[in-house]
């Protein structure tokens, strides 16, 4: 196929792995094989051991120098995809709450518009807090943003946002328990279970 880029050395990194599984399984046999103290098959294990060293070694090189040295990312491609990606709307759930999220994801799958454009004209947010939000420090790693979003008007029930307020009792299981036989020993135990299933009922009541 003219101008077609085969693969050919992330292939070839493909076969030396599926050989290298082929040799594990065959050393894995061959040691479940040997006798107590005696193991008639080390010479197969030796070889495959050492022929797996030396494809792996040859791989990693042949896949350094003639695939990844070189390789560079086009940065405006990158950001296009980015944009108009309709999955981009997760960072924006902490700010305008998950139902608004997922209208906005339907619009934009239906309409075929971009998530962006849609957030300005609905006003859920000004273009440079967009542009702050969509910012790669602030897409690919913790971001201060995040506590910006803590606004009680919105709904986090169902985003990584939503904060629990667990009783202190949950906690206070006792973890020192009297000795076995003593009276306190039950009572104990019943406190905690008790304390448990609480505070199970206190995180489903916050989570509604």
Avoid: W
Wanted: charged content about 20%; some cysteine; hydrophobic content about 40%.
């Amino acid at each position: 196929m003219p101008g077609k880029v085969n693969p050919v050395i992330p292939e070839a990194v493909n076969q030396i792995a599926f050989q290298v599984i082929g040799n594990d399984l065959a050393i894995t046999m061959a040691a479940e094989a040997g006798q107590l103290q005696l193991n008639a098959m080390e010479p197969l294990i030796i070889y495959n051991l050492l022929s797996n060293l030396r494809m792996l070694t040859n791989a990693c090189n042949m896949l350094t120098d003639r695939c990844i040295v070189g390789i560079t990312a086009n940065v405006e491609r990158c950001e296009t995809m980015v944009r108009n990606s309709i999955g981009i709307v997760t960072a924006f759930s902490p700010f305008i709450g998950y139902e608004k999220s997922t209208a906005i994801a339907k619009q934009a799958l239906i309409s075929g518009r971009n998530v962006l454009d849609l957030i300005k004209e609905e006003g859920l947010l000004d273009a440079a807090k967009i542009e702050s939000i969509m910012k790669p420090e602030n897409l690919t790693g913790p971001s201060s943003l995040l506590s910006q979003a803590n606004i009680p008007d919105l709904n986090k029930s169902f985003t990584h946002m939503r904060v629990t307020s667990v009783d202190a009792s949950f906690f206070s299981m006792t973890l020192l328990a009297p000795e076995e036989g003593s009276p306190g020993r039950k009572r104990s135990h019943t406190r905690g279970h008790s304390a448990f299933f609480n505070g199970l009922d206190k995180i489903s009541d916050n989570s509604m």
